[in-house]
């Protein structure tokens, strides 16, 4: 029978096995509504801030949030990008600096209590205390925080840029064209690695372990970014054709369906967390019967 040596001498079997036990047995779909209303929380406050920041570098707020609006709305349901784009140009143009401030403030808050319950989910994921005293939890959240604030703003401006270089590009050279439709793939490869690294920054530096593996691609960041890219696809094409929300929820339906966009996230989040703690823990028995 074949055997992933790699993933801790287990087999495809056993690796499914086991981690559909851990799943039910940590209560993901507790833990990831949860995470799902933190991440609402954080989700405006954070939108604006970027903008802001990002109309700071640039000068220019409205090709920031047209650069915003227009990935979102290729990751997020219709009505939710649709949402999204309205409440944040609300909120820009009756923003001032206090405004902005009390935003700040807010997103701080708001991203290092949904980054602490991201913590806790991945503490259980793999059967770890939080032993961490309070200041260093929030040292961490806060650092986590911050990190993920820089790859979101690096990201953007990537894109931002590039497509910008590529239309320069494109009116100077006679294969112009080609310029342009290589970056319009190009692009959305640079999106995933953006979300690749962040997905396996939680899973390295979140949960409370010290020993860990696989520091620069765990199997469970392949597994989990995956599985949210699945859950987003399909998320849409099922509203593509069956969409009640509206019928059922009236005016409040894209906001329903923003919830469970970030619920179905969060489940796919923390699948590859146990995946990972899975195949760890298979490791450690591993070793721990070497040592016998």
């Known amino acids: 029978m074949f055997v992933i040596r790699n993933f801790g001498g287990m087999t495809w079997k056993e690796l499914l096995t086991r981690t ?7 209560r993901v779909s507790d833990q990831s509504a949860t995470l799902s209303f933190y991440f609402l929380l954080s989700l405006f406050p954070l939108l604006l801030f970027l903008s802001a920041l990002m109309g700071l570098l640039l000068q220019s707020n409205s090709v920031t949030q047209g650069v915003l609006y227009r990935y979102l709305a290729t990751i997020l349901p219709p ?10 140009g609300e909120i820009t143009r009756g923003a001032n600096p206090f405004k902005l401030s009390i935003a700040l403030l807010f997103l701080w808050w ?12 991945l ?14 939890k929030y040292a961490v959240a806060s650092g986590l925080t911050i990190v993920f604030l820089l790859l979101a703003a690096a990201a953007l401006l990537l894109l931002l ?21 290589i970056w319009k793939v190009l692009r959305w490869f640079l999106v995933l690695a953006f979300v690749l690294m962040a997905f396996n920054i939680l899973y390295v530096y979140a949960p409370n372990v010290r020993h860990r593996e696989w520091h620069w691609l765990m199997p469970g960041t392949v597994v989990g970014v995956s599985l949210w890219l699945l859950a987003s696809g399909g998320f849409q094409l099922y509203l593509r054709f069956f969409n009640q929300f509206t ?3 009236g005016t409040i339906g894209a906001v329903i369906i923003l919830l469970l966009w970030f619920y179905l996230s ?27």
């Not at 503490?123 to 260093?136: D, F, G, L, M, P």
Request: glycine letters at 8%.
């Open 110 to 121: 708001s991203a290092a209590q949904g980054m602490l319950a991201i913590i806790e989910g």
């Open 266 to 292: 969060g489940i796919a989040f923390l699948v590859g967390a146990e995946v990972n703690s899975v195949i760890e823990g298979a490791s450690n028995q591993i070793r721990r019967n070497d040592r016998r």
């Open 247 to 249: 019928v059922t929820y």
């Open 79 to 88: 009505s939710a990008s649709s949402l999204i784009d309205t409440t944040l």
């Open 20 to 26: 559909w036990r851990q799943l039910w047995n940590d």
């Open 161 to 181: 840029y590039g497509e910008r270089l590529s239309e320069i590009v494109a009116s100077h050279v006679d294969f112009g064209g080609s310029v342009v439709r």
């Open 123 to 136: 503490n259980i994921a793999y059967k770890v205390e939080a032993t961490r005293s309070w200041w260093r």
